[in-house]
């Protein structure tokens, strides 16, 4: 695997492909994200990832300085995988020579629900982060997880909207034995909070299933499980049903139609803020 640092490296290595599928990530990685990398190789050939920590995408009071940065670490786990061809590692400065001041504006009515509600700088910074690593590495096929369901559909309509030749591949959630969503940020919890993640996934199994078995009061199902959840000692930002289709909530026709939904979850424990989401009747 070849590492680089910089743009006018990884486009001398990546000359003449036509192929490249990518896997954008912010490092600190998991089983999860080598395997968005395995799937990668399914879709085009080499494949690239990147490791940048984007500041852009950080609000003022949010983790970005403790944030894992675990470089030398990831090389290794990348090297004994054997699924990427060039990993990009750019610094800040490589980056963002100048103050970024083009951004890429998500839509409202979509980047500002749920997670968009709570970091309202985020999807203008992954958007823009990721259309500029888009441009440095001319992707044909890119690859996310669905963890991040929001990020995923504002990433695909960018492309749409943009005409961007980029095919957006959606990979399932990858999750440890207890149900947790893998997620870099897992690693900040004490042990206690680690034993207490998987309540959030479990609420969401829950509020699924309620709905699933006929309750058609979604919102007094989102009530109970924000109650329940909080009383276990977490600080929940949002627990709600949403269409698949457009993160909107559904009507009760489509409730009774069996509209495909989704149930969002965001909450937080001391020491790190997670997130989950669980797709059904689709
Ligand atoms: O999902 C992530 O890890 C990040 O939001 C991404 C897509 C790499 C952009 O920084």
Redesign the pocket.
Known sequence: MKVVHTIQELRDQLQGQLRIAFV???GNLHEAHLSLMKMARQYGDPVVT?I???PL?FGPNEDFDQYPRTLAEDIEKLEDARDVYVLFAPSEREMYPVPQNFRVQPPKGLGDILEGAFRPDFFE??ST??LK?FSCVQPRVAV??KK?YQ?LMI?RQMCQQFQLPVEIIAHETVREEDGLAMS?RNRMLTDEERRMAPQLYQQLCEMRDRAMAGENDLQRIEREATETLNALGWRVDYLAFRRQRDLHPPTPAEVADQEPLVVLGAAHLENARLIDNLEFWS
């Open positions: 954008p990530t912010m990147s940048f920590v984007n995408q910074g992954v982060v990721v690593l996310f997880g991040d990020q990433i870099s």
